[in-house]
């Protein structure tokens, strides 16, 4: 099963429709959230091209509880957390999502692949500084970072700050993903990790350390 990794579609899907026709249509999509501009919500006959998993941006919380409700009723969408058991089902992955300021204290300890919308503070969540074209600032959350230091999953990927980034700890691997699917393109697929069909080594090796 391969898994697409993606976030901040806002809208955008032609990317997405057509990675699926190029890659494999059997794959399923998890999302760091802000998959639709509040303000445009989706069409009545909108569907997603694969089953279509996510967390809760900025976006979707703005929108109320009425766009996420819409949202949840597009055919082969689903909400990360209501579905953990579906996607280890999928996937032989443990699965846990972080909604945009909706940070946990904790996670289930099983939890392989940590999913945010906000990244983690100082990690891979530099941001440019509007003043300066050569400065970055760090602007990920400290209670995410918190969460991995204390439960170091082997992956955690984020988004919201629309620059892709990599770091690693001595246990996590952190991706940080570009907007709207642009390249890189990062996929899972039999528990290893590709960038642009490059695998990227895990601190542990593999998910089963």
């Not at 990244?119 to 209670?143: I, T, V």
């Not at 892709?164 to 691997?173: P, R, V």
Request: glycine fraction near 6%.
């Amino acid at each position: 099963m391969k898994i697409l990794l993606c976030a901040d579609l806002e809208g955008r899907f032609s990317r997405l429709f057509q990675l699926v026709e190029d890659i494999d249509s059997n794959m399923i999509c998890i999302s760091c959230g802000d998959i639709f501009d509040y303000h445009h919500p989706p069409d009545n006959d909108f569907e997603f091209p694969l089953r279509f998993f996510s967390v809760k941006g900025n976006k979707e919380l703005w929108g109320g509880k009425k766009f996420q409700q819409d949202l949840a009723d597009v055919p082969n969408f689903f909400w990360l957390n209501d579905h953990l058991d579906l996607i280890f089902h999928l996937t032989g992955l443990h699965f846990f999502g972080i909604d945009h300021m909706h940070e946990p204290k904790s996670i289930p300890i099983s939890t392989e692949v940590l999913i945010s919308h906000r990244p983690a503070f100082g990690l891979a969540d530099k941001c440019k500084n509007p003043r300066s074209s050569e400065m970055f600032n760090h602007c990920g959350s400290k209670a995410v970072r918190s969460i991995i230091d204390s439960f170091s999953p082997h992956l955690f990927v984020a988004g919201h700050i629309h620059h892709f980034q990599t770091q690693k700890t001595d246990k996590t691997l952190a991706i940080t993903l570009p907007p709207s699917l642009s390249p890189p393109i990062v996929v899972i697929e039999e528990k290893k990790i590709f960038i642009d069909s490059q695998e990227l080594a895990l601190p542990s090796g593999n998910f089963n350390s």
